[in-house]
C-alpha cells in the first residue's frame, strides 16, 4: 500500500507529451491522406518505445468546409481520429481559422470566404501601407454579417467560428466522449494564436524587426474613431505617427524609442484600445466553444504568442505591434490568464526551449524571462499553463531547458509540485526524430513523466468545461499591475544528459 500511495504522489510530477502532426499532408485539401501510413507507422513506433502521450493536430477550416458555407466534410479528420484511437493515444485538436503556407505549400481559407475577400478585401488586416493579410480573417470583422449562410442571410466571424465547432462536436462525438480527444484548441489569429499578425511570413519582416501595427483595415480604424469620440480622447494619428516599418530598430523611430509616443498619454490610449481590443476577441470566440463544449471533459485551450525578442527594450516594441501591452511598469500578460481564467481555458505558450544567448546581441532577446513570465501570471491567475518547443530541439540543452520550464522547482515525491506545466508539445513529428538523438529524445519523455510508466488515463489530467464569464474592461485594466515572477532553479535535476 505504501508503494502504491507513493507511485500516485509520484505520478502527480507526471507531464504529458503530445507530437505535433505535420502541418500539410496528414488530411489533404481532398479530404484524403497522402501520408496515413507513414504516419501510423511513426505513431506506433513512438508510442512503443519513446512511450508518447498523444498527438496534436491542425484541424483545418480551409479543408472542412471549404467548398460552401455550412458544407463540412470530416471524412478525413474521422479516419486520422480513428487511426490514433487504434494506437490508444489522446487527441489535441486545434480548430485553425487561418491559412498556413510553408515550403511552396498552402492550406488557404476556405474559397468562398477567399471570395468575399476579393470584393472587400477589409475582411483582413491591413497594415499602414495597405497590405492586406490574408491568413485569417481580421477581429475588426467579428460582429460583421458579410459572410453568407446557406438561408440566403449573414454571417458573422464569430457566428462562422462557433458553427464549425458545433459540427466538430457533432461529428466527432465519439472521440469526445471516450475520451480519445482530450484538449481543443481554439484558433484565435495568425498561426491559431492570440495576436496580430504583425510579424508576417513573408519576405517584409525580417527577426528582429519590430513589426507593424495591423489595423489599418476599414472596421478597425471606424473603431478606433468610436473609441476615441466615446472617451472625449484626442486620437493618435495613425497616419503620420512615425511607427517605422517592419523590419526598424526601436531608436529608430518616434513612437518606439526610450520615452517615445508610446509613453504619452495619445500613444497609451491608443495601445489600450489595440490590446484591449485582442482580448475581447479572444473572449468572444472562447464563449462560443464554452457554451458548445459544456459538460465534456475536455481541456479548452488558447495559444499565446512568444514574442521574446525587444524583450530588453523600454517599449518592448515587437510585443507591441503583435498586441501585448507589456512593459517593465505594466504587464500585458497577466490580463490575457484573466480572461482565460474566466473562460476555463488553458493557456498554450511555446519558447519553452529557449535560451537568450542563442540569439545576437542587437536581438535584446530575452526567452527565459519571458517565459516566466507567462508562466508565472498564468498560475498567479490559477489556469494550467501546456508548454511547446518553437522549434526543432537538436541538443540535450534544448531539452534540458524544457524539463526545466516544466517543473520550475523540480519534481515532488510528496505530490504534486507547485509549479508544473499540464502537458507539452512537441515540434515536430518527421523522420529526423529517429535519425537525431532519438535516444535522448526517448529519455526526455521519460523524465517528463517523471520516470513513471507511461498512464494514458485521461481522467487523471482532463478536466470538465462549465459555465464561464465574461471579462469586463475594469478587470483587465486591474490585471495590468505588474507583478513579479515565480522563482525558478537554476536548472533541471532532470537532465537528459547527467
Same mark, same amino acid.
Given at each position: ?13 507526471y ?27 511513426n ?13 496534436m493536430?491542425?484541424?483545418?477550416w480551409g ?24 494506437? !490508444?493515444?489522446?487527441?489535441h ?11 511552396? *505549400? ?33 477581429? $475588426?470583422?467579428?460582429? !460583421? ?16 467560428y ?5 459540427s ?22 495568425p498561426?491559431?494564436?492570440l ?5 508576417p ?9 519590430? $513589426? ?18 466615446k ?25 518606439f ?20 481590443k485582442?482580448?475581447?476577441? $479572444? ?18 485551450v488558447?495559444?499565446?504568442s ?12 515587437a !510585443? ?27 493557456l ?38 501546456? $508548454? ?12 534540458n ?16 509540485? *507547485? ?6 508539445m512537441?515540434?515536430?513529428l ?27 488515463d485521461a ?40
Amino acid at each position: 500500500m505504501e508503494d502504491i500511495n507513493r507511485k500516485e504522489k509520484l505520478f502527480l510530477n507526471y507531464v504529458p507529451v503530445y507530437i505535433v502532426l505535420p502541418l500539410f499532408g496528414i488530411v489533404a485539401k481532398d479530404n484524403k491522406h497522402a501520408e496515413l501510413e507513414t504516419t501510423e507507422r511513426n505513431l506506433k513506433r513512438l508510442k512503443k518505445e519513446a512511450c508518447i502521450d498523444g498527438v496534436m493536430v491542425d484541424v483545418w477550416w480551409g479543408i472542412v468546409e471549404s467548398k460552401a458555407p455550412k458544407e463540412y466534410n470530416w471524412n478525413g479528420y474521422k479516419e486520422l481520429f480513428k487511426m490514433v484511437k487504434r494506437l !490508444e493515444l489522446k487527441i489535441h485538436a486545434i480548430m485553425s481559422f487561418h491559412k498556413s503556407s510553408q515550403n511552396r *505549400k498552402t492550406t488557404s481559407l476556405p474559397s468562398w470566404v477567399v471570395q468575399v475577400g476579393k470584393e472587400n478585401p477589409d475582411i483582413y488586416y491591413t497594415d499602414r501601407k495597405g497590405f492586406r493579410n490574408d491568413e485569417c480573417l481580421s477581429l $475588426g470583422v467579428d460582429n !460583421e454579417p458579410l459572410f453568407d449562410d446557406v438561408n440566403g442571410t449573414k454571417r458573422t466571424a464569430i457566428q462562422i467560428y462557433s458553427d464549425y465547432m458545433n459540427s466538430f462536436k457533432e461529428n466527432m462525438a465519439e472521440f469526445l466522449e471516450d475520451g480519445v480527444i482530450g484538449a481543443i484548441e481554439v484558433g484565435l489569429g495568425p498561426n491559431g494564436e492570440l495576436c496580430y499578425p504583425s510579424f508576417p511570413s513573408d519576405q517584409r519582416w525580417t527577426f528582429p524587426g519590430i $513589426g507593424e501595427f495591423q489595423c489599418y483595415d476599414k472596421y478597425l480604424k471606424k473603431d478606433f474613431e468610436n473609441a476615441a469620440k466615446k472617451a472625449g480622447h484626442s486620437m493618435l494619428d495613425l497616419s503620420k505617427e512615425d511607427f517605422g516599418d517592419y523590419n526598424s530598430k526601436p531608436d529608430e523611430t518616434t513612437f518606439f524609442k526610450e520615452n517615445g509616443t508610446y509613453t504619452t498619454e495619445k500613444g497609451e490610449f491608443f495601445l489600450e484600445w489595440y490590446s484591449n481590443k485582442l482580448i475581447f476577441h $479572444g473572449d468572444q470566440i472562447l464563449r462560443e466553444a464554452n457554451k458548445i463544449f459544456t459538460g465534456l471533459k475536455i481541456d479548452l485551450v488558447a495559444k499565446v504568442s512568444g514574442v521574446h525578442w525587444l524583450y530588453y527594450h523600454p517599449s518592448h516594441g515587437a !510585443e507591441l505591434t503583435a498586441g501585448y501591452y507589456n512593459l517593465y511598469d505594466r504587464d500585458g500578460y497577466r490580463p490575457i490568464a484573466r480572461m482565460l481564467y474566466k473562460r476555463n481555458c488553458f493557456l498554450n505558450f511555446s519558447c519553452l526551449e529557449m535560451k537568450y544567448y542563442n540569439y545576437s546581441e542587437e536581438a535584446l532577446s530575452a526567452p527565459e524571462e519571458l517565459v516566466k513570465a507567462v508562466l508565472s501570471k498564468a498560475w498567479k491567475e490559477g489556469i494550467e499553463v501546456i $508548454g511547446a518547443n518553437t522549434s526543432e530541439i537538436k541538443n540535450a540543452e534544448g531539452y534540458n531547458q524544457v524539463l526545466l520550464n516544466a517543473r520550475p522547482n523540480g519534481s515532488n515525491p510528496k505530490g504534486k509540485p *507547485k509549479l508544473k506545466v499540464h502537458s507539452f508539445m512537441y515540434l515536430r513529428l518527421s523522420e529526423t526524430i529517429f535519425s537525431r538523438n532519438y535516444d535522448m529524445f526517448k529519455k526526455f519523455v521519460r523524465n517528463m513523466h517523471a520516470d513513471q510508466d507511461y498512464c494514458g488515463d485521461a481522467e487523471k489530467y482532463a478536466h470538465k468545461v462549465e459555465s464561464n464569464s465574461a471579462i469586463t474592461i475594469e478587470e483587465i485594466l486591474a490585471a495590468t499591475k505588474s507583478s513579479g515572477s515565480f522563482k525558478w532553479d537554476e536548472e533541471t535535476e532532470a537532465k537528459v544528459d547527467g
